[in-house]
């Protein structure tokens, strides 16, 4: 399993533009793949999972994943949170 945490920067949070984007991504992968908060985790293949996390700017959330090609996974998921900047790492706070 691989695992990294990040600090939602985005001001309007994980809205369903960005969560979308997540989804089709995620969906790409045979791996199991979630999106967690706190005490929640939620399957991130699913667009109603993530958005009932309810995610906004400052909240810490994790990408995990386990699976036969979750390197990839894990890889291509941490690049889009990046890129489309509705996150920034924060292995600093694992």
Same mark, same amino acid.
């Given at each position: 399993m691989l695992l990294e945490k990040? =600090? +939602? =920067?985005d001001k309007m949070g994980? &809205? *369903?533009?960005?969560? =979308?984007? #997540? +989804?089709? *991504?995620a969906?790409? %992968? !045979?791996? !199991?793949? &979630?999106?967690? %908060?706190e005490e929640t985790k939620v399957n991130m293949k699913s667009i109603t999972g993530i958005m009932t996390l309810g995610i906004t700017e400052g909240m810490i959330i994790e990408v995990m994943t386990e699976g036969e090609d979750e390197r990839k996974a894990f890889q =291509? #998921?941490?690049? #889009?949170?990046?890129?489309?900047?509705?996150? +920034?790492? *924060?292995? *600093?706070i694992s």
């Open positions: 990040f =600090t +939602v =920067t994980i &809205h *369903a533009r960005p969560a =979308t984007k #997540l +989804v089709q *991504a969906n790409k %992968f !045979k791996s !199991k793949i &979630h999106l967690g %908060f =291509t #998921l941490c690049e #889009l949170m990046e890129r489309e900047s509705i996150g +920034v790492s *924060a292995k *600093a």
